[in-house]
């Protein structure tokens, strides 16, 4: 009965936002503006344009970048038709002094009412856009549909033809300046292209750049200009680019200036700069070398040599606009530093002084967490604190030291204990170095340690988006001093080939990955994607020194072994890709797919427990907890023990979630998750946990939910309710694998809570 009422509070909830009237808050006399659209009317001829000028927009995408200048659009929509805000928006009565009122105006979006003004200067820049790529006759008009005081609102776009551009001359007397605007290879413009204003403006901006990457540091874009001449009755441009007047024709000594080479004379540093200090409060301490200033007060914040190898602006050097890019970066980078700000001043003849200013960040921080946990029914606690040194030696190494403890009661008696520590220290452009100690203990099962050292380093070039990472060296010792009965009897006998994955053993790997993202902090609502990758062995080394040296196998099993150790040998390759499609500033939805695999080779029948893969968990499908789901369609029996066979060596995960910021730090998230973990080989304490190609498709477990996030600026703290939708852990059983009312759906096997910190990607 109770899964009735739930039912019918759910469809009455969605009625009631459907049937909400959108127009309740639209005055008498005005129109609500339902939808708006842009379209080119003439799409054949814009599309042939197209086909033949590559630089040439077809007509949707001609369409999309108009919209970018009209002045007035209708009411955010999810999943491009329902205006779900605004229907909250109208659930709200009109008197605000009660409080559930105001909250559903907070939570929607108040009614976009149409203003024909808006309107009529939408046409005006729509024109001016198309006139700006080039289609100087086109026409903009609009139409529009009214229906219950809705109005449908198209603007219509007839683009013409366009203007090519029929030759291109550089008109300008500076030698350097010409060989740069005439460079074949890098120019961006070329004859038979259109007419478009912002490849000219582009080209202005490459130009100068260049100019500036010369040494020409008083050059501006604004100095250079074209001059069009178009030929009667035809749309063909003759395009030149000259000097601005005031510039070809300017004194002497001022086109001197514009047109010298300067060099950096000396560069000054003036570290803990504070904004709040008179000069005659500070005392100063001034130091020089090779034509490098280094002034303080009192300690040094860094040492000179890190100064001085974080400075691209080289004193006897030519100024350089790119240069000066990077030192911002290299500068901005080092964790002691708050503030950067770099200035130049012209001294005797060709030469400047350039000026580095750097303010003193936050040197030292404290950090603690406490936090509850819940997982498959246990209940627990875990606590952690950390301390953080961005400056340990005057040189901006980043000193780290954090540890943590979690325990757990379980149901099933016992307690579990976890506890770590790690320290890790990060050189300026240099490797960072880490250690670290874990202790696990779980009743029913084992208790395990594990100890690790690692050297890593990573490479971020300047101008680029994509992050390398190095892992030279990732040393773990896996032992395990106490192993239960009921675990031993379960994973390590003889016959069970996923023992090695549960002995003591000896990990030695090399990893290399990388992360890419166009995220643009500019435009912080504009559509992006993230893609990240590692690829992982280990081994290898060990197993080439036991060969060198003759080492003879273990007779039992005929694997090398460290220390009468058996270590592990594989391969390991990860892909995880995310794209963020932003409609709004509240509302968005997420695209995610993770793929990996894992091959064990030589010395090794089964990957090491802590790098097999696992499905369920807040990160993953979310209809399932974390460790019970597969791998392929094998079915847990529930107990702790078991848990530990569900891991696999092959991993994917799909994800799509609908993000929507109700109000404030409130975000509302609908999501669907599909995913599993499949064996490589085929192990009998995992039947149907193998992948096969002729099987491995119906194994893809699949759910949905909802979930609600806290947005604390500092953290994220999300809560999400997962529901499984397809389950092929029944597929070898009664078959019951699509979870409906009417096949069994319930609280306790098929829906799960999630609580977490940060988005699951």
């Given amino acids: 009965m109770h899964k009735c009422a739930r039912a019918i509070w759910i469809l009455l909830g969605c009625l009631s936002l459907m049937a ?22 003439d799409r054949k001829e814009v599309n042939q344009t197209h086909r033949e000028h590559e630089d040439a927009l077809d007509a949707d995408a001609l369409a999309d970048k108009m919209k970018h200048y009209v002045r007035q659009t209708n009411n955010s929509e999810i999943f491009g038709f329902w205006p779900l805000q605004l229907k909250m928006y109208s659930l709200a009565g009109r008197d605000t002094t009660k409080w559930i009122n105001r909250q559903f105006q907070k939570m929607g979006e ?3 009412i149409f203003d024909p003004y808006l309107t009529e200067v939408s046409m005006r820049e729509i024109q001016k856009g198309m006139f700006n790529k080039g289609y100087f006759n086109a026409v903009v008009d609009t139409a529009m549909r009214v229906h219950n005081r809705k109005l449908r609102l198209d603007y219509l776009v007839t683009a013409g033809r366009p203007y090519i551009l029929r030759s291109y001359t550089v008109r300008v007397d500076d030698s350097e300046l010409k060989s740069i605007a005439k460079s074949e290879k890098e120019t961006l413009i070329k004859e038979g292209m259109l007419l478009d204003a912002d490849q000219l403006d582009s080209e202005r901006e490459r130009i100068t750049r260049e100019m500036r990457h010369r040494g020409y540091f008083y050059f501006e874009k604004d100095y250079l200009r074209y001059v069009a001449d178009s030929a009667y009755n035809r749309n063909e441009v003759t395009l030149t680019l000259a000097l601005q007047d005031y510039v070809a024709n300017a004194p002497d000594s001022m086109r001197n200036k514009l047109f010298t080479r300067y060099l950096i004379r000396r560069v000054r540093f003036f570290t803990d700069y504070d904004p709040n200090l008179r000069p005659d409060d500070v005392s100063i301490t ?4 090779n034509g490098y200033e280094y002034s303080y007060c009192g300690r040094k914040l860094l040492r000179e040599s890190v100064l001085r190898h974080s400075c691209s602006i080289v004193p006897g050097h030519h100024y350089d606009v790119v240069n000066v890019e990077r030192t911002y970066s290299s500068l901005n980078a080092l964790g002691p530093v708050s503030f950067v700000d770099i200035s130049f001043e012209p001294v005797e003849g060709d030469s400047l002084d350039c000026l580095i200013v ?8 404290v950090s603690a967490e406490i936090e509850g946990t819940y997982s498959a029914g246990d209940w627990g606690i875990a606590a952690g604190a950390g301390y953080s040194n961005r400056n340990l030696f005057r040189g901006a190494e980043e000193f780290n030291v954090n540890g943590s403890f979690a325990y757990e ?10 506890g770590k520590a790690e320290a890790s220290i990060k050189f300026v452009n240099a490797p960072k170095i880490a250690v670290g100690y874990k202790y696990q203990k779980r009743p029913d099962e084992f208790t395990r340690t594990i100890a690790h050292a690692s050297v890593s380093y990573q490479l971020k070039p300047y101008g680029r988006k994509l992050t390398q990472n190095f892992n030279f060296f990732d040393l773990s010792y896996v032992y395990l001093p106490w192993i239960s009965d009921e675990f031993r009897e379960t994973f390590l006998q003889p016959t069970n080939l ?19 993202s166009n995220y643009d902090q500019k435009h912080p609502y504009r559509s992006y994607g993230a893609f990240s990758y590692q690829f992982e062995t280990a081994g290898n080394l060990l197993y080439g020194l036991s060969h060198l040296f003759h080492q003879t196998p273990d007779p039992d099993d005929g694997s090398y072994r460290i220390f009468n150790i058996r270590y592990a040998q594989y391969v390991k390759a990860d892909f995880n890709f995310s794209a963020y499609q932003i409609f709004s500033k509240r509302h968005r939805l997420v695209y995610h797919g993770a793929w990996g695999v894992a091959v064990p080779f030589c010395n090794a029948s089964s990957i090491p427990f802590e790098k097999r893969y696992f499905a369920g968990g807040a990160n993953s499908v979310r209809g399932w907890t974390a460790r019970t789901l597969g791998p392929g369609g094998y079915r847990g029996s529930g107990t702790r023990t078991a848990y530990n066979n569900q891991v696999g060596d092959i991993k994917l995960d799909l994800n799509l979630e609908y993000r929507w910021r109700v109000w404030s730090i409130f975000e509302l998230a609908a999501f669907t998750d599909a995913g599993n973990v499949w064996t490589i080989r085929d192990y009998e304490s995992q039947p149907h946990g193998v992948f096969r190609l002729s099987e491995f498709y119906k194994q893809i477990a699949w759910s949905y939910g909802v979930g609600l996030r806290l947005d604390l600026s500092f953290f994220i703290f999300r809560v999400d309710f997962g529901v499984r939708l397809y389950d092929p852990s029944r597929l070898y059983t009664d078959g019951l694998v699509w979870r409906t009312v009417s096949n069994g759906l319930g609280w306790k096997d098929d829906m799960t809570f999630h609580f977490a910190i940060g988005y699951p990607f």
């Fill in 20 to 41: 909400c009237s959108t127009t309740k808050f639209v005055p008498q006399d005005k129109l609500l503006l339902r939808k708006m659209r842009v379209s080119v009317v």
């Fill in 110 to 112: 108040a009614p976009e």
């Fill in 286 to 289: 001034t130091s020089a070398k």
């Fill in 358 to 365: 750097l303010s003193r960040g936050k040197l030292n921080s």
């Fill in 409 to 418: 009661w379980r149901q099933l008696g016992g307690r579990a204990i976890e």
């Fill in 498 to 516: 996923l023992r090695y994955s549960y002995e003591d053993h000896f990990i030695l790997d090399w990893s290399y990955g990388g992360s890419f």
